[in-house]
């Protein structure tokens, strides 16, 4: 998805979509499986910064779209939205395209509406 939406994006047209992992403090063990074969930057939360359950509160597997100012603008989890459907991957795609665009202003729903039901 990242050189798919990455092209999609015209020059000016807003901010540069970049996609990464954070993993919950604590659970350092799995990094090594989860990086394995994978281009995808993976950062690791710790207790003094406290990302995952304090300043970006997420669930497991939620996708937080950020604006230019690394401010939250939308969550879709992947466990609710599997990305194997392609409803899901388009609206998650064109959600980003869409934060790409707004720069650091709110962001309206993708063609669509609400992300899809599976």
């Not at 690791?44 to 304090?54: F, T």
């Not at 959600?95 to 599976?118: E, N, V, W």
Request: charged fraction near 20%; include cysteine.
């Amino acid at each position: 998805m990242q050189a798919e939406i990455g092209l999609a994006v015209p020059p000016g047209a807003g901010g540069a979509i970049r996609i990464l992992g954070v993993n919950e403090a604590g659970q350092e063990s799995g990094n090594p499986l989860v990086v394995q074969g994978r281009s995808i930057p993976w950062l690791q939360d710790s207790i003094a910064e406290h990302v995952w359950g304090g300043k970006w509160p997420v669930a497991y597997r939620d996708v937080v779209v950020l604006d230019d100012q690394n401010r939250r603008l939308a969550v879709f989890n992947l466990t609710t939205h599997d990305l194997g459907e392609p409803a899901n991957y388009a609206y998650l795609r064109d959600l980003l395209r869409a934060a790409a665009s707004c720069g650091s202003a709110s962001i309206s729903q993708p063609a669509g509406s609400a992300p899809p039901r599976r």
